[in-house]
Each structure stands twice: as C-alpha cells, then as structure tokens.
C-alpha cells in the first residue's frame, strides 16, 4: 500500500496571502496524484487531478505540481473560503487508492 | 449535472452488517463510461477508500476490508450499494459514494454528500 504524507499539519495564513501545502508517496506514483478541498461537513471536492490539472469550475488560484514522490498544491492568493482542510490522494496503478491524513489552511 | 445521493440505517448495532444505497442522477450507469466507488471517513481523519463496481460488475475491495465488503449494483435503478459485515465501533464513520473514471484515471467526482453512520448497540 502506498503511503500519502501531507505537511505540514496546519498551515497558518493571511487573507491574501499564498500557501504551498506538501504531499510525499511512499513510491513513485508518476503524476497519479488528485487533490481536494473539504468545508466543515461536506464531502470532499476535487480540485486537481494529474498532479497539475485543474477540475472543471476550478480557479485559477488553485494549482499543482510535481511528479514522481513529492507533489504541491499552491494557492495563489487565499480567499476567506479557502481556510479549510486539503488532502492528496494517489491512483496509481492499482488499488488500494489511498488518501493523505489533510492540511488545515487556518487563519493566522 | 451529475449528483449522487446515500440512503440507509445511521445506526448499526455491533455484529451486525451495514448497508447503504446510492442513487445516481444526470447520467446512465448503463453507459459503462464509469465506475464507482464508495469511500469512508472516520471522524477527524481522512478519507478511506473502500472499495469500486465497474460496468461490468467487477469488484474491487481495500485489503484492509476485504473480508467484509461486498458491492453491488443495479443499473435498472441507477443505483449501486455497498455491505459491510461484522461491524464494530471502529466502523463508525461519514459514508461516500463518488464516481471516478473507467479508464484508470482513479480521482473521485463528483462525492454524495455521505451519510454518518454510527456502530452503537
């Protein structure tokens, strides 16, 4: 099974302000990362997929990178709605299909 | 628009199986264009995959949950389900179905709104 590490726990910001949030695979897993938001009580939402695509009705504020083992997720300039959690999620090859523990963006 | 919606019991008694329905709108099952999934999360964690049901009934299951899980789907109804035996506390969590692609592309959207359910006697 590979292993999702998100870093770090809580990232604390700004309005305004840009973040990097981090995820690291046990194993290379090529570009099969995807990325997702998730308000307080409501499912996840995809925000990335291939490590840099960005989802349908996804802003441009959103965006990915990386390859292999280590991957990012950028936001550019945080809007009050984006102080919420985010995971990683790999689909390399076969299942299982496995997610990361989360990155909360709270307000500084 | 594509939406999916769970139904079933929130609570479930020790030992006994969970079952859950999910129905999906705004596009074919029948298609056979996706597959889908269902997906857990225990309360202040993150999600888990549980296991996926292609179009053509092929079932995939999370090792860690094998021995308990079984997918079904009915496309006459637009719906698929998922059980899960021998439940304990450890089972208690919020409950998603989402779809994801055919191809190998294994990302999830959309995700119903899930449903908690709660392993309590």
């Known amino acids: 099974e590979i292993v999702m590490t998100q870093s770090p726990g809580t990232v604390p910001a700004s309005p305004g302000e840009g973040v990097t949030l981090s995820c690291s695979a046990s194993?290379?897993?090529?570009?099969?990362v995807a990325w997702y938001q998730q308000k307080p009580g409501q499912a996840p939402r995809l925000l990335i997929h291939?490590?840099?695509t960005r989802a349908t009705g996804i802003p441009v504020r959103f965006s990915g990178s990386g390859s292999g083992t280590e991957f990012t997720l950028t936001i550019s300039s945080l809007q009050p709605e984006d102080f919420v959690v985010y995971y990683c999620?790999?689909?390399?090859?076969?299942?299982?299909?496995?997610f990361g523990q989360g990155t909360k963006v709270e307000v500084k | 628009q594509v939406q999916l919606q769970e139904s079933g019991p929130g609570l479930v008694k020790p030992s006994q199986t969970l079952s859950l329905t999910c129905i999906v709108s705004?596009?074919?099952?029948?298609?056979?264009?996706?597959?889908w999934t269902w997906i857990r999360q225990q309360p202040g964690k993150g999600p888990e995959w549980i296991g996926y049901?292609?179009?053509?009934?092929?079932?995939y299951y999370n090792p860690s949950l094998d021995s308990r899980v079984t997918m079904s789907m009915d496309t006459s109804h637009n719906q698929f389900s998922v059980s899960l035996s021998s439940v304990t506390a450890a089972d208690t969590a919020v409950y998603f179905c989402?779809?994801?692609?055919?191809?190998?592309?294994?990302?999830?959207?959309?995700w119903g709104q899930g449903i908690l359910v709660t392993v309590s006697s």
């Open positions: 291939g490590a840099s």
């Open positions: 999620q790999h689909y390399n090859m076969w299942p299982p299909w496995t």
């Open positions: 049901i292609r179009y053509s009934r092929d079932t």
């Open positions: 989402a779809r994801t692609q055919s191809t190998g592309d294994n990302w999830f959207d959309p």
């Open positions: 705004g596009v074919s099952m029948s298609s056979g264009s996706y597959s």
């Open positions: 194993q290379s897993i090529s570009n099969k």
